[in-house]
């Protein structure tokens, strides 16, 4: 046998039990989701017989498309505003002395020793009327008293972008500390600003830790659920919710898997997209993994 | 000041004081990198300045550049006190040592990028762009990515990339070390052709000697961040001012005696304890007998025989034995006991030899050296005053460079028995 042949028959061993995994577990139940969304329901919470394309109609529920259009634009721009802190934070990190990176990734992580559930309570006390935020912003009259924090889009936001910050840092902060800091002083040594050098030399040479990280934020709060349950308000749902509205409310799993199956979609097109951008970015830069 | 006063005095500033280091000190924690440097290099000049690693080059390099703010003095470029501006500010540009090549960008908008970055008219770039590809020879390369180019192409680019914003000075940064050692050589004539071409200054950083003498006017040789001696490349290999300079460009035999008198203006006879006595020495130093000196002789000035060379007042000759023969193609090495030394001796091979019979090991033979081809140093000498205290055998152990490996074999191993 020859080594190639072995090395590659050794790499599918070790990669079979996670290959099996994968099947199982996510892609025969995707499959399955997609399946129901063309099933007809039963009056009991059940799959019908036979197929039918009718659970389309769901587009038609009265606010389908402004909930679809929140979706995508409170996604949008909390990855937005995740990117606009990050990229200071990651340069930042990967510039301090190594013993203060140790200590700051350790503060990045030391969130999620707590679960992420009780993490949203606690902002749910925090936004409270009674809440110190508030208080705080009342006697700095800053808003009215009679305004709501809570239950509102803005908390939503707030939230997710909470939420999913360190998701976005974390990708960058591994492309920047893998950046090659001399090509700034090559930068500012032929004549750039700061600021120039930021733009045209650090941005382009982290593209792909950019990427990760707008996949990183974009996907899970495109499924968003329990935040806008949590803290949003009836006017702050988001294509989760109706999910779950569909599956435990109403008891109508197709129209559910319909949704599930449309959201399915909506992830996977910016994910295709960015792996695409991401594969021509490869040949791109390859030279940054590999060094000169 | 003194620049001022330059001023005053000729209209405009001298061309010896293109780029001056005034007092400069440049600390890092505990680490003195670079401590009370005056520097002056001329207008047009290729200077370079050597020393081991860590003996603080780069980093006057890097404060000239700009990247590094000295703690103390002043530097000056053309005149102006250019201390405190910033490097995007500064007339010089530097060539780094892995090059920094932009990766994400072609060689023709990394060589356009200083352009770009001051808005100049799209034709004045492309034009300069195309200037600098040619003076590089690398026009076919123009759209490749650095990592599609090989390391002396680069090097090319950076240097291109440098040039094109027209400095008052180029600072190159051992932009050498990285290419393999044909490449290098070729590299640097190379280098040599665009400093006749553009004639700006040229400053060169480098630890290898070679480099340093075959391309610059003159060398500053730093060590322990200061420097030891400024001069002509063939000063400093003739008449090295301090035992750090003479073992660190090109080997020497250091040996260690004193004065025991004066002969005339010229020669002076020394007595090396382990070696012999009445060694005449060409000597310009009117120095009291019983002073202790080095006595410093290159491996390439020895004359190696098997038969008594003929007596003459100038020629020193010392019988001993030979202990190591390396054969190095141009030249051999001979490794000869005589007494408590061993003395490093290089013989060149030429075709007509007085022996014809090669020198082999065992063989005793005859080492002999003209008076003048042995340079004395004071050994209480005020310029080496940081080597006071450094006997020649230790210098190489305090830094970390690796001191010519004969030069600690060559001095007095069997006195420390």
Redo the contacts between chains.
Sequence with gaps: MNPSSRSSRNAWIVTFPSFVWLIIFFLIPTVIMFLIAFKPSDPYGGVGVGWTLANFRVVRMANFFSILWRTVWMSGVTTAICLFLALPTGYYMARVSPRWRQVLLFLLIVPFWTSFLVRIFAWKSLLHPEGVIKKILIWLHLIDPQSSLLYTSGAVLMVMVYSYLPFAILPIYASAEKF?F??H?????????SL?TFFK?FI??I?RGIWTAVLMVLIPCLGAYVIPDLVGGPNSQMLGNKIAQRTFVDRNLPEASWLSAFLTILVLAPMIATFILQARSKE?????K?G? | MYISFKILEEGKISVEDFVRFENVTKTFGKIRAVDNVTLSIKKGEFFSILGPSGCGKTTLLRILAGFERPDKGRVFLDGEDITEKPPNRRKVNMVFQNYALFPHLTVWENIAFGLKVVHRPKREIESEVKKMLRLIQMEDCKDKKPHQISGGQKQRVAVARALINKPQVLLLDEPLAALDLKLRQRMLMELDLIHDEVGITFIYVTHDQGEAMSVSDRIAVMNEARIEQVGTPAEIYEAPKSSFVAAFIGDTNFFEGKMIKLLDNEYSLLDIEGLASGIICYNDKPLAPGHPVYLSIRPEKFRISRHEPESDPLINKLQGIVEDVIYLGSHTKYWVRVNEYRIEVNRPHNKFLLDHRPVLWNDPVWVSWHADDGFMLDRFNVVDESLMTLPPEEIGRIGPFNPKASFRKTSKESKEK
């Design positions: 090659d001399q090509l002083e090559a930068a500012r040594d032929l004549g750039a600003s120039y030399i382009p040479n593209r791109k830069y390859s030279v940054l590999e000169p």
